[in-house]
T-cell receptor, first 114, second 116 residues
Framework: KAGVTQTPRYLIKTRGQQVTLSCSPI?????VSWYQQTPGQGLQFLFE???????NKGNFPGRFSGRQFSNSRSEMNVSTLELGDSALYLC?????????????FGPGTRLLVL | GENVEQHPSTLSVQEGDSAVIKCTYS??????FPWYKQELGKGPQLIID?????GEKKDQRIAVTLNKTAKHFSLHITETQPEDSAVYFC???????????????FGQGTILTVHP
């Protein structure tokens, strides 16, 4: 089975721009979670989608948004980019958004904001 | 909210030695505790996980122990090899519902270096 795939793998943007990142979960997985990883803050939860619905959201500003499509693929969008948004963005998929579900991570998209 | 503390931040061992990484969590409702290994340029890879109804779990050279009363859990790697060198993260989550869906709270990570 193919793993979680994320595109693009690398991105360079300038302040004020917006960016869209894509995540394709493992086949059959319906839940997708997004995380931001930085050296200073570590891995922080952004949001989770299940059956095209956002079920949970972390403590990030409204500039961070996402969506999920009927095939479970997910996108996240960051508008009005700031220097501090430079990070590795990871998505993880699991079968369901249920109790104690194992999450499998993709390789991430590395975003650099100049 | 949940807080997960992980120690040590760096760990250096000789090949063949054992390595132990410890985590404490704050939310007594947490009931799932995975450990991930992250190599340079890659996403975190699940190496072992434990659920709150189990005190210990082993998989070859890797074991995890959980003490619910003290709210801490540990990763044990025996007979370490150079390829074990990576960053290791512990995480915790509670059952589904409300603010729990799909959320793992991670520790700050441990850089493990195994010297040949």
């Amino acid at each position: 089975k193919a793993g979680v795939t994320q595109t693009p793998r690398y991105l360079i943007k300038t302040r004020g721009q917006q960016v869209t990142l894509s995540c394709s979960p493992i086949s059959g997985h319906r839940s997708v979670s997004w995380y931001q990883q930085t050296p200073g803050q570590g891995l922080q939860f952004l949001f989770e989608y299940f059956s095209e619905t956002q079920r949970n959201k972390g403590n990030f500003p409204g500039r961070f948004s996402g969506r999920q499509f009927s095939n479970s693929r997910s996108e996240m969008n960051v508008s009005t980019l700031e220097l501090g948004d430079s990070a590795l963005y990871l998505c993880a998929s699991s079968l369901m958004s249920g109790n104690q579900e194992t999450q499998y991570f993709g390789p991430g998209t590395r975003l650099l904001v100049l | 909210g949940e807080n997960v503390e992980q120690h040590p931040s760096t760990l250096s061992v000789q090949e063949g030695d054992s390595a132990v990484i410890k985590c404490t969590y704050s939310d007594s409702a947490s009931n799932y505790f995975p450990w991930y290994k992250q190599e340079l340029g890659k996403g975190p890879q699940l190496i072992i996980d434990i659920r709150s109804n189990v005190g210990e779990k082993k998989d070859q050279r890797i074991a995890v122990t959980l003490n619910k009363t003290a709210k801490h859990f540990s990763l044990h790697i025996t007979e370490t090899q150079p390829e074990d060198s990576a960053v290791y993260f512990c995480a915790a989550s509670r059952g589904a519902g409300g603010t729990s869906y799909g959320k793992l709270t991670f520790g700050q990570g441990t850089i493990l270096t195994v010297h040949p």
